[in-house]
């Protein structure tokens, strides 16, 4: 299943594979590094066992990350725990399974209704400024029409300084060029 995943430097489209047999959901190493995403270490090492009952190539789980999980108008923090998957990028195990109970056709591997969106808590933070931002202005300025344009007016000190000496500086004009030369 394809994903698209959004942090606040970033954004990317990536693979996910669901497995109902996974008790948890992961993240490879490779994709975590990647996409800039921060960690936390885990207080005990977990051991990983693949499919095949060898112990995962990397070894224990020292580390997991926080993502929210987005499908239409459900959406919800879950823990990933950071490993090396091989080719998979993503594994949505049971805790996507049981909260999302997402409509799966198991003969074509299609999961139908809304895609789902992987986010950051960095780019969380920093939709929810936006947002809020957003809220603000309209609050300010009233809510703009539909065909209505919205302008940022904001300077800098920079733009100031020029404002300002730009303010006692003669602007040709028709009003400032002599009528010999109009």
């Not at 995403?37 to 009952?53: C, F, M, Q, Y």
């Not at 070894?59 to 998957?85: A, E, N």
């Amino acid at each position: 299943m394809n994903i698209s995943f959004r942090t606040s430097q970033s954004k990317a489209d990536e693979s996910a594979l669901i497995d109902s047999g996974a008790t948890d959901n992961f993240i490879d190493e490779d994709t975590w590094k990647r996409l800039g995403i921060g960690r936390k270490e885990l207080a005990r090492p977990v051991t990983v066992h693949n499919v095949d009952g060898t112990e995962n190539k990397q070894g224990k789980i020292t580390h997991y990350c926080w993502l929210r999980i987005v499908k239409g108008d459900k959406h919800m923090l879950q823990r990933f725990y950071i490993t090396s998957l091989g080719k998979d990028r993503i594994i949505l195990g049971y805790p996507f399974l049981y909260y999302f109970n997402p409509k799966i056709n198991w003969k074509t591997g299609k999961v139908s209704g809304d895609p789902v969106q992987l986010q950051s808590s960095r780019y969380m933070h920093l939709a929810k400024n936006i947002f809020f931002m957003q809220r603000e202005a309209i609050k300010q300025l009233g809510k703009p029409k539909e065909d209505e344009a919205i302008y940022v007016r904001r300077t800098n000190i920079a733009q100031e300084w020029a404002q300002k000496a730009d303010k006692d500086k003669i602007h040709l004009t028709e009003d400032t060029i002599p009528k010999e030369y109009r």
